[in-house]
């Protein structure tokens, strides 16, 4: 089958091969049909080693199709059943699970350590345990999760990923209140997702913080109230908050210096929402006078900070009811074969989300 390789950590271009076979079907597991997938900025970070990732590896996490082969003991999947993938499924046994912090359970990272593909030449990993720049991909079968008819494959592959993350983090995280004024820096799609969860809460006032044009617009299509360049920060937060500062900042670049920004930006007892994947030799620092002083809530969010079964769910219902718009975050569409003119588009920050059709 077709699937798109990186050979080594950063390497600036991926691979398309058509002799890729996905491996280690058997009880468990399903194999799913990749119809969507979405190009996601933490397939750039582990393809540039920000984030750990063994090599060679097939990029990909947020994907969506149809069950192609079901393996023994796996109950309520059948063939041909429309799912998306979640990259961390949870085992529902582990101290995380069992206190109802699903989202923090480390089985899905375990998977990751398992190649699941291979080529003639070797094994090859997949991105987070999965790899969804591929036809098929073998996953343990928690990772398959059913979808309603009515949701699109691409919209499906979003909500695996970014969508969840973004929404998350202003519902689950930082409960966003009616009324409240928050800041985003970084809108790419999960930080457009972001917005569009403090919208649906009832927040009056959004700063989208993004230094590229074409996402402040997009900010702006999807729910924020004001779009600004970083330098433009601080006049916004003296306009809106008199400067004291946002209720809520959320922080979705993944670099200390952006962190920085956010805290500063955050009125004293606010909150800080740190969403953006970093590097773990990237140290944020705050004095401990500060961190007393201020008063200020800093709460990290992984991958929406809930249950993520239950977040999907009403991802999909608040799509359905209008509140939130998934279609307009797809801005490019691209074959597997174009992949690269996607990575391109996405490291220039030309694209929120690219739908890969594979």
Known sequence: MRAAVQHQIGQDKLEVFDDVEAVGFGPGKVRVRIRATGLCHSDLSAMSGVLPQPAPFIPGHEGAGEIAEVGEGVDGLAVGDRVLVCWLPACGACPACKRGQSHLCLAGFLNAGTANYRRPGGDIFGFAGTGTFAEEVVLSAPCAVPIPDDIPFEIAALIGCGVTTGIGAALNTAKVEAGSSVAVIGCGGVGISAIQGARAAG????????????RRDAALRLGATDAVAP???ADVKGRLTGGEGFDYVF??????????????ATRRGGTLCVVGAGAMDDNLQISMFELFFDEKR?????????DVLRSYDRVIRLWRAGR??????????VRLEEINDAVDQMRSGEALRTCVTV
């Not at 922080?251 to 500063?264: L, P």
């Open 324 to 333: 939130i718009d998934l279609e307009g975050l797809i801005t490019h569409r």
């Open 298 to 306: 800093i709460l990290p969010s992984l991958y929406g900070g809930g």
């Open 203 to 214: 927040a009056a006032e959004i700063v989208a913080v993004d230094p590229v044009q074409s």
């Open 251 to 264: 922080e979705v670049v993944g670099r200390s210096s952006t962190a920085r920004t956010a805290y500063e």
């Open 231 to 233: 330098e433009e920060l």
